[in-house]
Every structure is written in C-alpha cells, then in structure tokens.
C-alpha cells in the first residue's frame, strides 16, 4: 500500500488543489444544486398524472423567484409553452440529462463501517442513476462478506476490478485518518471522482474532482437554527 501512495505522489501536479477551492469557480453550481429538487416535485406530478407545469409553481414550491427557476430550467436546453408551462415528461427527461441520470453510473464504496453499510443497502441511488457495484475494506474481519448484496473485498483488488469496469467514480467513508490515504489509492485505481463522506478536505490532482458531504457541518447548521428559533405555540 506504501508503494502505490508513493507512486501517486510522484504524479500529483504542483498545482493540485483542494476541489472545494475548484468547485467554487464553477459557474452556475447554485442552479446544479436545485435541479435535483426540481426534479423531485415533478415525479410526484407526474405519478398524478399532471401533464404541464408552470415554472412558477416551482417557483412557489422551493420559495424562489420565478426568473430564477426560468434561468435554471434554461440551461437543460427546454422550452416551456406560453400560458401552459412545461411539459413534466420532457422537464423530466431534460433534467435527468442534464445531470448524467439519464443512465446507470457505476461506483464502487470504500470503507465499510457502519456508515458505509448503510449507503450500500440504500435503494434511493437508482432514481439518481447511481450503481454501487462493489465495497472494499482492509478489514480482514470483513473481507469475503456480504453487505447489501455487494460482497466486501481487499483493497488490494480495487485498481484491477476498476479497471475491468472502467469505473470512474468511488465513495469513500473510512476513517478520517486515513481518509488521504484511502483517496490517494483510489486515484491511483484510476477513480476520478470521489463522493466523500469523511470531514476531510482531500489533496487530488486537478484531473480529479470531489464532493464533500460532511454531517457534522449539516448538523450544526440544524443545532443552531434550532436553538435560536422564536418562542412559540406549534
């Protein structure tokens, strides 16, 4: 495992920086962000069978100004109708594009704690094209067993099976500790982009890009709003 960390430094660019720093030079990366939201109401739309919607009871529904909703629905490429909106089907499928949802995406999960267990068993990633198709752990006690269908192998495996998959994106939930460790070796199987769940701000290249979602952030956020909210009657 040494060996391929040190390999991986040897290939690391000067320039390399942290993909929040990245991320932040994206353009329209609000928008990106509210799509997936857009998307939500409009499957329970079209399970009632509503045929059209307006954008501005999208608008309504996300508590946002209708030209905004008009300028993120803009960027799938559709048009909506005078006096009746856009077509839910349509918005759908552009959406689902848009986002690369449209088809199964490969990923493979390393690191299978409790957390990394829990996002194995959860189904919800189909209705945003996401495949978890295989976990590894260094976890001796681990290794060769089943987890939600997934069978838990080394490690030492992970360059060979994303390669034979040509799997381009990993899920990482180990241990903060060894978070840049388990990163690094993923880059070197050829990952290029991580979904991190570890509160680590992980050093890539620049041809890898990363997602952070850290729960401790989102809980304090929560906490906070909590503690300060007005005093009142439900």
């Given at each position: 495992m040494k060996a391929k960390i040190d390999l991986f430094k040897t290939h690391v660019p000067a320039s390399a920086v942290p993909a929040e720093i990245e991320n932040a030079r994206m353009p329209g990366l609000s928008c990106v962000k509210r799509l997936p939201s857009y998307l939500q109401l409009l499957r329970v739309l079209q399970a009632e069978g509503r045929e059209y919607?307006?954008?501005?009871?999208?608008?309504?529904?996300?508590?946002?100004?209708?030209?905004?909703?008009?300028?993120d629905l803009a960027i799938t490429g559709i048009m909506g109708t005078p006096r009746?909106?856009?077509?839910?089907?349509?918005?759908?499928t552009a959406i689902e594009r848009f986002l690369g949802w449209d088809d199964q995406t490969k990923a493979v999960l390393v690191g299978v704690g409790h957390l990394g267990a829990a996002l194995l068993g959860y189904r919800g990633f189909e209705n945003f094209g996401l495949h978890i198709v295989a976990a590894f752990d260094v976890d001796p006690k681990k290794i060769g067993k089943w987890v939600h269908g997934c069978k838990v192998q080394t490690v030492n495996q992970l360059a060979e099976f994303v390669r034979r998959g040509e799997i381009k994106l990993g899920v990482l939930t180990v241990p903060a500790?060894?978070?840049?460790?388990?990163a690094e070796i993923m880059v070197c199987a050829g990952i290029r982009g991580i979904w991190n769940f570890t509160p680590v701000k992980l050093q890539v290249p620049e041809t890898v890009v990363t997602q952070k979602e850290d729960l401790a952030e989102g809980l304090a956020v929560l906490s906070h709003r909590l503690r300060h909210l007005p005093a009142g009657k439900i």
């Open positions: 919607v307006s954008g501005t009871v999208l608008a309504g529904v996300h508590h946002l100004e209708p030209v905004i909703v008009r300028k009746l909106g856009f077509r839910v089907t349509e918005l759908i500790a060894v978070a840049q460790e388990a």
